[in-house]
């Protein structure tokens, strides 16, 4: 009901009018401009509860509860109404005694909006009258650069990562054991995985090497990918990979309740407000140990966070938008994204565990579905966890070697950074 009061207050956001199209479904048409339409909501026609049989062990309501959003992944939104669906598991699965899918087409709006508007209908579990808190984003301390090196070195950088982001958008990864090269990938079944790690192991290396929690994730996902690839092909270690990095682009801290998202010149404001950087994955034959790859990362992230090629992107998609329609807009992003390996987003959850009427929610994660990637990988942090989830081309990854490959990679990490911790002492 609440998303619902945002209709026919403004046009669909900037980036959303390009997620519903002939090329990419991730609304209604107005001279070109894709416009929200104020509909009567009829809940029967947005709530799912599947049947399963009865009976059954846990790894048979597994299974099934995996077909079942591998299913939703691939399948469109129906036309003429609210683009939202819940969908309620009410069987036992080896994870929890239920599950409640909440599948959100992008256009509506992107992960800090649609993680915003979950939160606000629910309920601190320990205490309702508490609100929610949220782990800290502060960054680690970094040497003050002069004003001149750092704007130079910020345009030098700038000009590299459009012409690099140009070729990568003209030119796709080759294929390799994470990328299959297959078209309409959005339209064949995927495999959904995920893996739970501590968060007060991630910051320990973290502290350790002095660097953040997302440089010690994306190092730990590179290095088991690279692991991945030379386990199942070594030719493969040396191939050319680019993943794709999703930045918010709100000037924001923690979530904010919708109605704060809705007011005009709002600093979190409701809809999509992302763009992306290509992130090349280092290569295992390039780095000489497992910390190399956090500090790798760490490296690239820092070197394009002072960089303006991300928010160009934006722009240009504005201009193609302009000069164009959103069919080019929605072009050019299909097109960035398949000649991709892989794709990267992350949310940060809260602290405390949530309450959806009444009922204490053990663990979330989210997936992006209807994109022409066969690899995605998504982070989100939930009660000291850090939830990191896998949606794969079925019969193209192995799950099962790919999160055996992830866990050997963080035990690597995690025995380097003592060795590293011990020859600083």
């Known amino acids: 009901m609440e998303l619902e009061e945002l209709e026919g207050q403004e046009p669909v956001s900037p980036n959303g009018q390009y997620f519903s199209s002939n090329v990419i479904s991730l609304s209604v048409e107005n001279n070109g401009k894709k416009e929200w339409k104020r509909v009567e909501v009829k809940l029967e026609d947005h709530l799912y509860t599947p049947t399963f049989p009865s009976g059954l062990s846990l790894e048979s309501y597994d299974k099934y509860f995996d077909d079942y959003i591998s299913k939703l992944l691939t399948e469109r939104f129906p036309q003429g109404k609210p683009l939202w669906e819940i969908h309620i598991i009410s069987y036992p699965t080896s994870n929890a005694a239920a599950n409640v899918i ?65 070729l990568k958008t003209m030119n796709e990864d080759v294929p390799t054991p994470i990328r299959s090269g297959n078209d309409a990938i959005e339209f064949r079944p995927a495999t959904v995985s995920t893996m739970t790690f501590s ?9 350790k090497l002095g660097v953040t929690v997302n440089d010690v994730l994306t190092g730990m996902i590179f290095f088991g990918t690279r692991l991945y690839m030379q386990e199942m092909n070594q030719s493969s270690s040396k191939a050319d990979c680019t993943a794709m990095v999703l930045l918010n682009t709100r000037i ?10 809705i007011k005009p010149n709002s600093k979190a404001p409701w809809g999509n407000r992302f763009t992306f950087m290509h992130i090349p994955i280092p290569k295992l034959t390039e780095l000489s140990n497992a910390l190399d790859f956090i500090w790798n990362a760490r490296k690239i992230i820092k070197r394009k966070r002072n960089s303006f090629a991300a928010y160009f992107n934006s722009r240009l998609l504005e201009i193609v938008h302009k000069f164009g329609s959103h069919e080019a807009c929605g072009k050019y992003i299909h097109r960035t994204l398949k000649n991709s ?33 066969g690899f995605e990988i998504t982070i989100v942090s939930y009660m000291g966890k850090v939830r990191v989830a896998f949606k794969m081309e079925k019969d193209v990854i192995d799950p099962q070697k790919l999160k055996s490959c992830m866990e050997s990679a963080l035990q690597m990490i995690l025995n380097d950074s003592h060795e590293h911790m011990s020859l600083n002492i």
């Not at 909440?102 to 205490?127: T, V």
């Not at 892989?342 to 209807?370: D, T």
Request: charged share 20%.
């Open 102 to 166: 909440f599948k959100f087409h992008h256009a509506l709006g992107d992960g800090y909006s649609l993680m915003g508007a979950l939160i606000s209908s629910m309920q601190r579990a320990d205490n309702p009258s508490l609100p929610l808190t949220f782990p800290s984003r502060k960054r680690s301390e970094s040497k003050r650069e002069n004003f001149v090196t750092k704007t130079f070195s910020g345009f030098c950088n700038t000009i590299s990562d459009l012409w690099s982001g140009t």
């Open 199 to 207: 968060l007060d192991q991630i910051k320990s290396i973290k502290d």
């Open 252 to 261: 924001m801290g923690d979530y904010v309740p919708i109605e704060e998202m």
């Open 341 to 373: 390996s892989m794709l990267i987003s992350n949310l940060i959850g809260p602290v405390e565990q949530m309450s959806l009427a009444n009922h204490p929610i053990k663990g979330l994660y989210f997936l992006v579905g209807g994109g022409p990637l």
